[in-house]
């Protein structure tokens, strides 16, 4: 009985992977066509509608994070560990996306040269946003999980709401670094308001390890009514005449957009989970990014903001920008699903599925 318990939950969970692969999709769409579409167009209707749902994917990639942090802070409360222990291993997590940050970003420069600048390594991605905001929230092991929903949730409220009031701070005299790491600003990603996701996922997945598998669906209907709550009352709230702040860019640091993007999430969630749910045993391509959105997410960059294919920059028509954007998306897919065979069992795993494709022996 407790087998078929578990098993049914990690089913289930499989709508995290195609929500996640979701993001992945829009974000492929968003960076082909930020960065291939000709000039003259982007002042249309189609670049703007891009580049406007192209704002998600990060915002939805730091609140799962935050739900598989959430799932680890859940299973160091069932092991007898001390808190300094917990504590440990959540850095731990944080520090294995500190060094892939580093790596990737090691590699855009490495790859950039000679026209790549130092200060390119130092440049806050939402890599480096993950490690950074899964170090500050790493304190939450301290709690049971019952408790951490609780708190993980009021503590991303406090740091959407303190956004405005740091971006408007006397910053004089603080290095560059420390600001792009925590300053509200268009062309990196701070914790504030960037990590309010990652700790309201951290609150997600907390309530996720509490319900039993079997309750799910009751979940997901909460989760989408709680959504929609959200982004009504936010965006009310967002357009009154009157404000708290005395300056606020509602969409740099504004925590209406954050609770807007939030509620936005939590209903993307519930159509991942009907989907799952209703195409059971089938292989999900979409998933299958999402299972393994980290090389789609390094490989793609590279791709469409290198300088493999600078002849096409800001240069194509919104039909070649639209096909550029399938070919990169089957090309992820394959790269995913290669990645997945991999995961399995090595080379062999490797080996073995792409015989199934191509004419070479297992």
């Not at 799962?64 to 942090?69: D, N, S």
Request: charged residues 15%.
């Amino acid at each position: 009985m407790a087998r078929d318990r578990i098993h049914a939950s990690q089913s289930r969970l499989g709508f995290l992977d195609w929500t996640r692969g979701l993001g992945a999709l829009i974000m492929l769409q968003g960076h082909v066509v930020h960065s291939f579409m000709a000039k003259d167009l982007r002042e249309g209707s189609a670049y703007v509608l891009s580049q406007f749902v192209g704002g998600m994917p990060p915002a939805l990639f730091l609140f799962l994070t935050g739900v598989t942090l959430g799932f680890l802070m859940d299973s160091l409360g069932k092991k007898e560990l001390s808190n300094w222990d917990r504590f440990v291993a959540a850095m731990v997590r944080a520090r294995y996306l500190f060094v892939v940050a580093f790596l990737f970003r090691i590699q855009l420069w490495l790859f950039a040269w000679p026209y790549s600048g130092v200060s390119d390594l130092l440049k806050v991605d939402v890599l480096n946003c993950m490690g950074f905001t899964m170090a500050a929230l790493a304190w939450l092991v301290a709690f049971d999980t019952r408790q951490r929903v609780l708190y993980a949730g009021v503590t991303g409220l406090v740091i959407a709401c303190c956004s405005p009031l740091v971006a408007n701070a006397d910053w004089t005299g603080i290095p560059e670094l420390v600001k792009n790491y925590l300053m509200p600003g268009p062309n990196f990603f701070p914790l504030f308001p960037w990590g309010a996701f990652l700790a309201f996922g951290v609150s997600a997945g907390s309530v996720i390890r509490l319900v039993p598998a079997e309750d799910y669906g009751k979940m997901m209907q909460w989760a989408m009514l709680v959504g929609f709550g959200l982004m009504m009352g936010a965006n009310y709230f967002s357009s009154i005449p009157y404000s708290l702040y005395t300056k606020s860019d509602f969409w740099i640091d504004s925590p209406g957009l954050v609770l807007i993007k939030t509620g936005v999430l939590l209903c993307l969630a519930g159509v991942g989970y009907l989907w799952t749910v209703y195409q059971a045993g089938r292989w999900s391509w979409i998933a299958t990014l999402g299972q393994h959105s980290l090389p789609v997410y390094w490989v793609h960059i590279e791709l469409v903001y290198g300088r493999w294919f600078n002849m096409w920059k800001e240069s194509l028509s919104l039909p070649h920008t639209l096909l550029v954007t399938v070919v990169l998306t089957i090309a992820m897919v394959i790269l995913a699903t290669m990645k997945g065979w991999y995961d399995q069992s090595g080379w062999r795993g490797l080996r073995v599925g792409m015989s199934r494709f191509l004419p070479i022996g297992a």
